[in-house]
């Protein structure tokens, strides 16, 4: 006999797979992993580009995809820009910055 299996909900696959999509990339890990372990839990976009060694355009086009699939959020304080992990996708990006098992 079989066993009905039941499928992920569509809308929560497709949220899901925009997150993933997000973190499909070497460069937003990084960024991912900076916000995670970044001083008071959030960082100034200055911050990212040098240690990145990429402009500051570059860095950020990852953070604006990152925003849009809901794992940064970003603030405004005076001229400066400041980025933290949003608290939406723990789970996955939790899973995704885990040191690699040996």
Partial sequence: MCTYL?????????????????????????VLSMLRDAPEGEACGC????????????????LKILIDAGLVCRRRSGNWMWYSICNAHDDLLTAALAPART
């Fill in 6 to 30: 039941a499928p992920l909900d569509r809308s929560v696959a497709e949220e899901r797979a925009t997150v993933l999509k997000a973190m499909a990339d070497p460069t937003r890990l990084q």
């Fill in 47 to 62: 911050s990212l580009n040098s240690p990145l060694r990429l402009s500051q355009p570059t860095v950020s086009y990852h």
